[in-house]
């Protein structure tokens, strides 16, 4: 059934139900700057029973101590633990989930019955959102989880905007959809080229991004003999489609009610979520604060594109994608800025900053600061110092603790980018 999300205050037309904006956390850093970039919520994934074995993934001592620190904000932290189980994965499931319960995460992201079943039964507190690998998008199966007592679904990347208004209007359960970050070639969680090319299940945390991979096209003849379907100065071919960008589409999909808005990623920069968060944090309260008098604003897009490494597109949300959404035979890395440095501590007095070194920068660089508290502003770097003192012609060591004078006010977690 549809819900109601606006009112009029004062002669005004504004919306009163938000939408959370959901974020990405490979590590407990990066939960830490989400949540402080503006995430309403942020997802994580577990050392068990989750899709993303390459990020760092958390323990439950990391788990119980980024709730503590969400908690502060008011922030929600789930869990996925999203994997097709074979029966390997049964032994040891039911303790995994009565601990994500005990740390106090507030709900797990599920593709697998077993594990929906499992977790109804033995963590009851948990809430339970249906996983994108179910590649959800008719009403019907949305009722159909439902029925099963699941508080949310996540709908396939591959569901388009008149489907979900259909799903809004006809079933009452929260519904979590994708604004922003990597698509899969196939539906999601449907495609066995890592495993077929190595052994890597990208149903249980192994996938290879098979379809990032450079290829060169042959046609057999004769049961035997390949053709090349190519000449020397082809580009190799590719088949992956570009990142999903929905930051215009964000008035709409507000309109429709949608109840999560989410951000892909763990295993991103902390620079890429600070970015991006920060970025649908403005836009969502920006056109919920006066939705009729909304504008993008060009300084939101250029932002985006300053941690963007791909090309992007709106994929699926506003109708079915051509050609001009996929990346067939050319990879167009975008990266316009580099990430050099996130702030410790600012003294007002002699205006120098404490800074952690993430890549490296030199005296007489243009370097940009933002960051929640602040608006983006640039600077000449002058002389720096390290932490003894000693003067400085670059910072070049990983994670470099470094001082120098930086003529506005600063916050920890505020970070520092290099153009290029």
């Not at 402080?36 to 119980?64: P, W």
């Not at 995460?105 to 593709?111: E, K, P, R, T």
């Not at 809430?127 to 590649?135: A, F, M």
């Not at 299940?201 to 004769?222: A, I, M, P, T």
């Amino acid at each position: 059934m549809a819900v109601q999300i606006d009112a009029v205050v004062d002669g005004k037309r504004v919306i009163t139900k938000k939408p959370e904006l959901l974020a990405p956390a490979g590590n407990l850093e990066k939960l830490k700057v989400a949540v402080h970039y503006g995430a309403d919520a942020v997802f994580i994934g577990g050392r068990e029973y989750g899709l993303r074995s390459n990020a760092d993934n958390f323990s439950q001592e990391e788990m119980a101590e980024g709730v503590q620190f969400a908690n502060k904000y008011g922030a929600r932290i789930y869990v996925t633990t999203n994997i097709f189980a074979h029966n390997e994965n049964i032994d040891g499931l039911e303790e995994y989930l009565e601990g994500l319960q005990e740390a106090g995460v507030a709900g797990i992201i599920v593709a697998d019955p077993l594990i929906i079943e499992t977790a109804r039964r033995v963590a009851p507190k948990l809430e339970v959102h249906l996983s994108t690998q179910q590649s959800l998008s008719n009403w019907k199966a949305v009722q159909f989880w439902k029925e099963e007592g699941l508080e949310r679904v996540v709908l396939a990347r591959e569901t388009g905007a008149e489907e979900i208004r259909l799903m809004k209007e006809k079933v009452d359960i929260e519904i979590e959809t994708f604004i922003h970050g990597a698509m899969c070639i196939a539906y999601s969680g449907r495609c066995v080229l890592s495993n077929h090319m190595t052994a890597r299940d990208s149903n249980r945390g192994g996938c290879c991004q098979s379809c990032r991979w450079d290829y060169d096209l042959f046609k057999v003849e004769d049961g035997k003999n390949e053709v090349a379907l190519f000449d020397d100065e082809d580009a190799a071919f590719a088949m992956s489609p570009k990142d999903l960008n929905l930051i215009q589409s964000i008035p709409q999909m507000i309109e429709l009610g949608i109840d999560s808005l989410k951000v892909e990623g763990r295993m991103k920069s902390i620079h890429y979520i600070a970015t991006v968060v920060s970025v649908y944090r403005k836009v969502i309260d920006a056109y919920c604060a006066d939705p009729d008098n909304f504008v993008i604003q060009k300084e939101w897009l250029d932002e985006l594109d300053k941690c963007a490494n791909r090309d992007t597109a709106p994929a699926f949300f506003e109708g079915v994608p051509g050609v001009q959404e996929q990346m067939f035979g050319n990879h167009s890395k975008k990266t316009t800025y580099d990430f050099t440095g996130l702030v410790l501590d600012y003294n007002e007095d002699t205006q120098i900053i404490t800074l952690q070194q993430r890549n490296y920068f030199k005296q007489g660089d243009k370097v940009e600061f933002f960051g929640p508290e602040i608006e983006n502003f640039t600077q000449v770097i002058d002389k720096i110092w390290d932490e003894g003192g000693n003067e400085l012609d670059a910072a070049r060591h990983p994670l470099q603790i470094v001082r120098f004078k930086v003529d506005q006010p600063l916050f920890p977690y505020n970070m520092m980018r290099k153009g290029l």
